[in-house]
């Protein structure tokens, strides 16, 4: 049977005399039909998606474990809240009831004089938060700088009429006194503690009219070097609505502490969420030392008011040639000694030109009391070096509320 795979492999063969040949029949089998019944339908297609997603689950795990991936992350959008993001074990509500009888409404009258001297009475309005059980209250200076009368509401609507104990204008913190008890006082955080990120609430008395308005953010930057009024200031800034009205209210971090005096915000149509806030350490540091000796102690200063001549029309009117820094007066005693004269223009303080009298100040500032600065002068087209030996700065300025330009 040598041809028993041709013959297997083709449907034409020839036989053994190779003289006839014929096609091989072609066999079809009927098969019977089978239908299949709808339960056994909806069954079978059961089974079948149980047994896919046992398949999907089990290669997805797999693949988790292959690749290091979580094969379990689970997020319920119903439970976000900005108190459970930023780590808060209190709620928002909470940090509010905690606080809410520490946070005081402040209206202020100062009476002004017209070009005709005529006098009318202008009306102010901030937020204080309350120091101690019984009656001083923290604000801002501006919101009380040059009030004639000052009045302060709590709460629970009670209203008494307050009275300056000291204020300290660089800092921008002033204390106040109620004739009140019982007060309940805030408790101060830790501002150097501090990261971004972490919960900021404002309580305050937002346009002077909506007193006890809470709102929630974060603490958005530390350390801010912000200009006010022409003094440079390290704040805190959060991102918690702050509008006029909220200066001197306080911002608590997510246990209910106080970490933060509202001091400004940012403005201008294009501008959302800039609120900058006073440090908590700060503010504690220089109430603890207005209600002590009614002045902040410790500060250094030169003895010397200065003022900026940016302008050839400010150099004529003061008579000068050329614009800068320059010492309008002489306040201190080391400064006379060491031979520092009103007209002087200072160029540079430690080997640092001078480009300003804010940055001349905040130059000072990092010195303590008793050290020894270096500043060159231009005196009659003449440079010279004179050494200061920094004074207290109430004993130079003689006052509870300092000038902004004395250094």
Same mark, same amino acid.
């Given at each position: 049977?040598?041809?028993?795979?041709?013959?297997?492999?083709?449907?034409?063969?020839?036989?053994?005399?190779?003289?006839?040949?014929?096609?091989?029949?072609?066999?079809?089998?009927?098969?019977?039909?089978?239908?299949?019944?709808?339960?056994?339908?909806?069954?079978?297609?059961?089974?079948?998606?149980?047994?896919?997603?046992?398949?999907?689950?089990?290669?997805?795990?797999?693949?988790?474990?292959?690749?290091?991936?979580?094969?379990?992350?689970?997020?319920?959008?119903?439970?976000?809240?900005?108190?459970?993001?930023?780590?808060?074990?209190?709620?928002?509500?909470?940090?509010?009831?905690?606080?809410?009888?520490?946070?005081?409404?402040?209206?202020?009258?100062?009476?002004?004089?017209?070009?005709?001297?005529?006098?009318?009475?202008?009306?102010?309005?901030?937020?204080?938060?309350?120091?101690?059980?019984?009656?001083?209250?923290?604000?801002?200076?501006?919101?009380?700088?040059?009030?004639?009368?000052?009045?302060?509401?709590?709460?629970?609507?009670?209203?008494?009429?307050?009275?300056?104990?000291?204020?300290?204008?660089?800092?921008?913190?002033?204390?106040?006194?109620?004739?009140?008890?019982?007060?309940?006082?805030?408790?101060?955080?830790?501002?150097?503690?501090?990261?971004?990120?972490?919960?900021?609430?404002?309580? #305050? /008395?937002?346009? =002077?009219?909506?007193?006890?308005?809470? *709102?929630?953010?974060? &603490?958005? @930057? %530390?350390?801010?070097? $912000?200009?006010?009024?022409?003094?440079?200031?390290?704040?805190?800034?959060?991102?918690?609505?702050?509008?006029?009205?909220?200066?001197?209210?306080?911002?608590?971090?997510?246990? #209910? /502490?106080?970490? =933060?005096?509202?001091?400004?915000?940012? *403005?201008?149509?294009? &501008?959302? @969420? %800039?609120?900058?806030? $006073?440090?908590?350490?700060?503010?504690?540091?220089?109430?603890?030392?207005?209600?002590?000796?009614?002045?902040?102690?410790?500060?250094?200063?030169?003895?010397?008011?200065?003022?900026?001549?940016?302008?050839?029309?400010?150099?004529?009117?003061?008579?000068?040639?050329?614009?800068?820094?320059?010492?309008?007066?002489?306040?201190?005693?080391?400064?006379?000694?060491?031979?520092?004269?009103?007209?002087?223009?200072?160029?540079?303080?430690?080997?640092?030109?001078?480009?300003?009298?804010?940055?001349?100040?905040?130059?000072?500032?990092?010195?303590?009391?008793?050290?020894?600065?270096?500043?060159?002068?231009?005196?009659?087209?003449?440079?010279?070096?004179?050494?200061?030996?920094?004074?207290?700065?109430?004993?130079?300025?003689?006052?509870?509320?300092?000038?902004?330009?004395?250094?």
């Amino acid at each position: 049977m040598d041809d028993w795979n041709k013959f297997s492999g083709n449907e034409e063969f020839s036989n053994d005399t190779g003289s006839s040949s014929f096609t091989a029949p072609e066999i079809k089998i009927k098969k019977k039909e089978k239908f299949v019944t709808k339960k056994v339908f909806v069954v079978t297609l059961i089974v079948a998606m149980i047994f896919s997603a046992v398949i999907g689950a089990g290669g997805f795990a797999l693949t988790q474990s292959i690749w290091g991936g979580s094969s379990t992350k689970n997020i319920n959008a119903n439970n976000y809240s900005l108190t459970k993001a930023t780590g808060s074990e209190l709620s928002i509500q909470e940090i509010v009831a905690k606080n809410e009888n520490s946070v005081v409404a402040i209206t202020t009258e100062s009476v002004s004089t017209d070009t005709w001297a005529r006098q009318y009475v202008t009306e102010g309005a901030g937020s204080g938060v309350v120091y101690s059980e019984d009656g001083y209250i923290i604000t801002n200076n501006h919101v009380i700088n040059g009030a004639s009368t000052i009045n302060v509401t709590l709460h629970d609507g009670k209203s008494y009429e307050a009275s300056l104990a000291a204020a300290d204008s660089q800092s921008d913190v002033a204390v106040l006194k109620i004739d009140a008890s019982g007060l309940t006082p805030v408790s101060f955080g830790d501002s150097d503690a501090l990261s971004v990120g972490d919960l900021a609430i404002v309580i #305050g /008395n937002p346009l =002077g009219t909506l007193a006890g308005t809470a *709102s929630d953010g974060i &603490v958005s @930057g %530390l350390e801010r070097e $912000i200009t006010l009024d022409g003094k440079t200031m390290t704040l805190l800034q959060v991102s918690a609505s702050v509008n006029p009205g909220n200066s001197g209210g306080g911002v608590f971090d997510q246990e #209910g /502490n106080l970490i =933060g005096l509202v001091v400004a915000k940012s *403005s201008g149509s294009d &501008v959302e @969420g %800039l609120g900058f806030a $006073i440090p908590s350490n700060t503010v504690k540091s220089v109430v603890e030392s207005l209600i002590k000796d009614g002045y902040v102690s410790g500060r250094p200063a030169a003895g010397i008011t200065v003022v900026d001549l940016t302008s050839a029309s400010d150099a004529m009117k003061y008579g000068v040639n050329q614009t800068g820094v320059y010492i309008q007066e002489v306040t201190g005693e080391n400064a006379k000694e060491a031979g520092l004269k009103a007209g002087d223009l200072v160029y540079m303080i430690d080997k640092e030109q001078v480009t300003s009298s804010e940055m001349l100040v905040s130059t000072i500032q990092k010195h303590e009391v008793g050290d020894k600065i270096k500043l060159t002068i231009v005196r009659d087209d003449q440079m010279k070096d004179i050494t200061v030996t920094l004074e207290e700065s109430a004993k130079v300025n003689g006052s509870q509320q300092e000038s902004q330009e004395n250094n």
